[in-house]
């Protein structure tokens, strides 16, 4: 991987550690300058965009990711697929897909208005591999992998099934209303979600393959096997009995199809935590800062009983990182995505710390 010379060590320590091996250890990525973010930051604004060219994005990704070339951290460059993060789904059912560019992080990511008025559309819902998105997503697929070939890593995206696509249809308001009001019409939506997402998925794999026998994701870097990324975003505005009633079966049944799973928390979703480290082969939990809420860094003492033996992926801003290895005060089992570091030469003078790191 030739933006990532180290790729083969940071590869085994990844899979040792999201195979059980990491609770007395942790995991790194140092966030440093990048020329390419400055630059877009200085040219763009956030907001609304058209539909992206698919190669001016793979152009962008190379550009970013070479600069990972002499970084010594626990990362794996890899591409993702915001384009079709949320809006593919949609997209195929029907719905007006739109675009947003996010400059902190150089994405461009997709969504859909609510694209029905009644649930019992969702019976007339199909698979259909002559839809425009569904075409461009191949598209997208053979342009990074051919652009990504021996530099940098594609990885998977977030799977939209379960009530998710309930969500997408309707809005986030009704949702709730209607699992009392049609639940065995949101039970076939989520079925159908379930042969949609799992068609999609595996159109990943079958395109993309593995790397080095695992999967890159821009969620955990690296999983070992065939491993999607999933949510419960849904369910963080419920009670956790919401989520065992409607979402426990159908998100296990997708993760059964697969090696493992990670799945991202928001601020708002840590009433969850306990339920979904049950998940099987669930192989790390994203905890994500919402701008609106305490960082989680400052609240990790609690939330680390709520875990079990999964690890976290958790951000840390550089200064705290750095006084908390020096005190050896770093939870274990965690992988910290450091932000703020100066420069690679400082990124890789701390990774020798992280790497000695056991508690």
């Given at each position: 991987m030739l933006y990532k010379t180290n790729y083969k060590q940071v590869i085994k320590r990844l899979n040792h550690f999201y195979l059980g091996g990491g609770r007395g250890r942790i995991c790194a990525r140092m966030m440093t300058p990048n020329p390419v973010l400055e630059h877009l930051q200085r040219e763009q604004e956030d907001g609304p965009v058209p539909c992206p060219d698919l190669y001016e994005r793979a152009d962008f990704w190379d550009e970013h990711l070479s600069y990972c070339h002499d970084l010594q951290d626990d990362s794996i460059p890899c591409a993702y697929l915001s384009e079709v993060d949320q809006?593919?789904?949609?997209?195929?059912?029907?719905?007006?897909?739109?675009f947003l560019l996010d400059t902190s992080i150089g994405w461009i990511s997709s969504m859909v208005h609510r694209f029905t008025e009644s649930l019992r559309d969702a019976y007339q819902f199909k698979i259909d591999t002559e839809n425009f998105w569904y075409k461009r997503l191949l598209e997208q697929l053979e342009i990074y992998t051919n652009r990504a070939a021996g530099k940098f890593g594609v990885s998977h995206w977030c799977n939209l099934d379960g009530l998710h696509l309930v969500t997408e249809m309707r809005g986030f308001t009704s949702v709730y209303y209607d699992i009392l009001d049609e639940p065995e019409t949101c039970k076939h939506i989520i079925n159908f979600a379930y042969r949609m997402g799992l068609f999609l998925q595996n159109t990943f794999f079958d395109r993309v393959g593995l790397f080095e026998g695992g999967t890159c994701?821009?969620?955990?870097?690296?999983?070992?096997?065939?491993?999607?990324?999933?949510?419960?975003?849904?369910?963080?505005?419920?009670?956790?009995?919401?989520?065992?009633?409607?979402?426990?079966?159908?998100?296990?049944?997708?993760?059964?199809?697969?090696?493992?799973?990670v799945m991202h928390i928001h601020s708002n979703g840590h009433h969850l935590i306990e339920h979904i480290k049950t998940v099987k082969n669930l192989r790390s939990i994203l905890l994500l800062d919402d701008p609106?809420?305490?960082?989680?860094?400052q609240g990790l003492d609690k939330l680390d009983p709520l875990r079990g033996e999964v690890s976290y992926n958790i951000f840390i801003p550089y200064e705290v990182f750095?006084?908390?290895?020096?005190?050896?005060?770093?939870?274990?089992?965690?992988?910290y995505t450091v932000k703020g570091v100066p420069d690679i030469r400082e990124a890789n003078a701390m990774m020798k710390?992280?790497?000695?790191?056991y508690v």
């Open positions: 809006g593919l789904v949609g997209g195929m059912l029907g719905g007006k897909v739109e994701s821009n969620m955990a870097q690296w999983l070992p096997g065939r491993c999607i990324s999933e949510s419960v975003d849904m369910y963080h505005m419920a009670a956790p009995s919401v989520f065992e009633e409607w979402g426990r079966e159908p998100l296990q049944r997708m993760v059964d199809q697969f090696d493992g799973t609106w809420a305490t960082p989680i860094y750095a006084e908390r290895l020096v005190k050896r005060e770093l939870h274990p089992n965690t992988f710390d992280v790497w000695a790191y």
